[in-house]
Every structure is written in structure tokens, then in C-alpha cells.
Antibody
Framework: EVQLVESGGGLVQPGGSLRLSCAAS????????MAWVRQASGKGLEWVSG????????YYADSVKGRFTISRDNSKNMLYLQMNSLRAEDTAIYYC????????????WGQGTMVTVS | DVVMTQSPLSLPVTLGQPASISCRSS???????????LNWFQQRPGQSPRRLIY???NRDSGVPDRFSGSGSGTDFTLKISRVEAEDVGVYYC?????????FGGGTRVEIK
């Protein structure tokens, strides 16, 4: 069974940092690109960042470029999002997403982890 | 950025009746590969999103056949042939053709 389990969310002050983790299981991790998508309370979905299966290519939304860093450890089946210089507008549930292709279709999602910047 | 516009924002439906959601993109979603990366997601209350349809009309495994997707270019539709109580939630379209990846604003389906 495919599983994505996020962790690392919490309350942080503006300007602070947080590192999100996503533990993947039930599929061949290296064959999947991975992404982070966020959702502010009562709002829609916003793609944040993505990374290729090898980790060699990374992508960022303009709203987080230069502040967030996505990475993965294929030996541990783990995805990460290092978030620095956090702002109030970064407050959201952050979902870990797996994609069998090149981040075109977001095949499956984790349950999310809440980040509050206040 | 490609803007994805969904309508309506809210869709009250009687159980057993059909429902239709429109999604329009600000530019064509035909990729250079020839594929059209328009996907549909369902988010039930209190749950994470789940993909229903990928590449316009391909239903995911386990998705009831009352869900169907259609369209081309910039104009797409998600249809539910007969709405059931478990279909309540918010539906999002998403384009995966152009960077950055973008979502529609969502359509809330509720039972009348």
C-alpha cells in the first residue's frame, strides 16, 4: 500500500525556520518525482516545490524561491522541505505528493502537516 | 502563469442527479509531447486531495465510473453522472503542462 507520512510541522515565529519530512513506503521511491503542495485554511491548493526521482532537478514556486529548499534521500525513502525566512502567508497544511512522471499529474498525496507562522 | 478558472464555485445537487464542473485555462494545455496534462482532484471534508482523473479523461483505479472527464485545448469538464452522498467535497482541476503548476480555485459540491 502506498503511504506518504509527513512530519515536522508546528508553530514558528516570522523569520524562523522549519524542516518538513515525508516518509514514503509501498512504492519504488526512486521512480517517482515528488512535490510539496500547500493549502491555507479554507483556501485552495498551491504547488510549492518539486524534485525529480534522482534528486538532480528541483523546482520552486516564485513565492518560495530562495527561502525553501527541497531535497530527498533515496536511501531512506525520505523527502524534505527546508523552510527558512518564514512569513505569515506560509501558514498552511503542507502535503507531500508522489508523481510517476515529471510532476504533471500528482498521483498520490499524504495526509499533510500543519505549519503555522505567528 | 497559466490561470485555471473553475465554475461554478458552488454546486448544490440532488442525490441521483448529474453534476458538471467546468475548468478553463488561460492558454492551451497541449504539451510539446502531445499529451494534455489536465487533472481532476477530489477533496472530501477533512481529507487530503485524491486524484480522480488524469490527462483529461483517464479515470484512476478505484474511481467510480460515474466520474468522467472530457475536453481539449483550454476547455475541460468533469461530470458526475449520478451524484451520491460520498461525492460531497471540493473538486479541483490542475494543469501539469506549463511551469509553474497551477490549480483551479475549486468547486464545492453539496447535496441539496
Amino acid at each position: 500500500e502506498v503511504q506518504l507520512v509527513e512530519s515536522g510541522g508546528g508553530l514558528v515565529q516570522p523569520g524562523g525556520s522549519l524542516r518538513l519530512s515525508c516518509a514514503a513506503s509501498g512504492f519504488i521511491f526512486t521512480r517517482y518525482a515528488m512535490a510539496w503542495v500547500r493549502q491555507a485554511s479554507g483556501k485552495g491548493l498551491e504547488w510549492v516545490s518539486g524534485i525529480s526521482g534522482s534528486g538532480g532537478n528541483t523546482y520552486y514556486a516564485d513565492s518560495v524561491k530562495g527561502r525553501f529548499t527541497i531535497s530527498r534521500d533515496n536511501s531512506k525513502n525520505m523527502l524534505y522541505l527546508q523552510m527558512n525566512s518564514l512569513r505569515a502567508e506560509d501558514t498552511a497544511i503542507y502535503y507531500c505528493v508522489g508523481d510517476y512522471g515529471d510532476l504533471e499529474a500528482f498521483d498520490f498525496w499524504g495526509q499533510g502537516t500543519m505549519v503555522t507562522v505567528s | 502563469d497559466v490561470v485555471m478558472t473553475q465554475s461554478p464555485l458552488s454546486l448544490p445537487v440532488t442525490l441521483g442527479q448529474p453534476a458538471s464542473i467546468s475548468c478553463r485555462s488561460s492558454q492551451s494545455l497541449v504539451h510539446s509531447s502531445g499529451s494534455t496534462w489536465l487533472n481532476w482532484f477530489q477533496q472530501r471534508p477533512g481529507q487530503s486531495p485524491r486524484r480522480l482523473i488524469y490527462k483529461v479523461s483517464n479515470r484512476d483505479s478505484g474511481v467510480p465510473d460515474r466520474f468522467s472527464g472530457s475536453g481539449s485545448g483550454t476547455d475541460f469538464t468533469l461530470k458526475i453522472s449520478r451524484v451520491e452522498a460520498e461525492d460531497v467535497g471540493v473538486y479541483y482541476c490542475m494543469q501539469g503542462t506549463h511551469w509553474p503548476l497551477t490549480f483551479g480555485g475549486g468547486t464545492r459540491v453539496e447535496i441539496k
